[in-house]
């Protein structure tokens, strides 16, 4: 198939050499910047670069740009693209993006079907992309009323691109787990840098600092459009941590052993009942 990748960040560069690596799919890659688009040309990441006239020749386009962006890019560019192509995207949040893009691709004669998959880093450019960087992991994919057969064809080119497994799921229960599990460790490691010890951990931090500090390095344009387009999810689940917190603060507070006692082990009993490693 002809896939043309639109935004050439970490995200979609990673698809990009995924896909010449694995795959014997077409890539054509369009980027606001040319510069990147000509490195990712030179590295062999992408077939060619592309304009939006080009669009006409894609069987799948992955839209990797800011969220709020994608819609606008697909309203204004819609007559170009291939009839009956489909439209998937990488964004982080799902419920906006849902109510949104499949009505747009149906009066252009396009199939939207949402995407998201589970990796990143901390770093977001171009350069830091890689094509191993999905190896393992999990590819959600919110159908939008897409065809059965487009789904599949989603799933199979997730497999291609070593993903571990697929998960189908609507953008609502996207949206409410990605709170958990992704949004709510930024903002905890947001918040935990910022205590005035942070600039003097050298030579008192090891592998818990680390750990919870990792997601801090992190891309504030594009973290504030997730956490504010997802935000009563969020709200929901920050409430449930600042619960926790404050009962952990009370026990410590107030000398309280066999309280903090039991909230540790209610929380060990919790990873340990997931297995190891999860």
């Known amino acids: 198939m002809n896939i043309a990748i639109v935004g050439l960040g970490v995200i979609g560069g990673s698809l990009a050499k995924a ?91 396009l199939e939207f079907i949402g995407s998201h998959p589970m990796a990143g880093k901390e770093q977001f450019t171009y350069t830091a992309s890689e094509a191993e960087l999905f190896k393992g992991a999990s590819y959600i994919i919110v159908p939008c009323g897409a065809s059965e057969t487009s789904v599949e064809t989603i799933k199979n080119i997730a497999m291609q691109l070593g ?8 953008a609502e229960e996207h949206d409410r787990m990605i709170a958990f599990t992704s949004q709510i460790p930024h903002v905890l490691a947001c918040s935990y840098v910022l205590s005035p010890c942070c600039p003097k951990h050298v030579g008192f931090s090891a592998g818990s600092y680390r750990d919870v500090s990792r997601v801090a390095n992190i891309n504030e344009t594009l973290w504030t459009d997730l956490f504010l387009s997802n935000r009563k999810p969020l709200i929901t689940e920050l409430n449930v941590l600042i619960d926790n917190l404050t009962l952990m603060r009370n026990a410590i507070d107030e000398n309280d052993p066999d309280k903090l006692r039991e909230l540790l082990k209610a929380s060990r009993l919790i990873k340990e009942g997931l297995g190891e490693g999860v």
């Open 163 to 170: 993903f571990g497994m697929t998960c189908v799921t609507t």
């Open 19 to 109: 896909f010449t690596k694995y795959t014997d799919h077409f890539v054509m890659g369009i980027n606001r910047t040319e510069e990147t688009a000509v490195q990712a040309l030179k590295d062999g990441a992408i077939h060619k670069i592309a304009s939006k006239e080009d669009l006409k020749d894609a069987d799948i386009v992955f839209m990797c740009t800011y969220p709020h962006h994608i819609a606008r890019y697909v309203e204004e560019n819609g007559e170009y693209f291939k009839k009956g192509c489909i439209v998937t995207d990488v964004c982080g949040i799902k419920t906006e993006i849902c109510n949104i893009l499949p009505d747009i691709c149906r009066r252009f004669g």
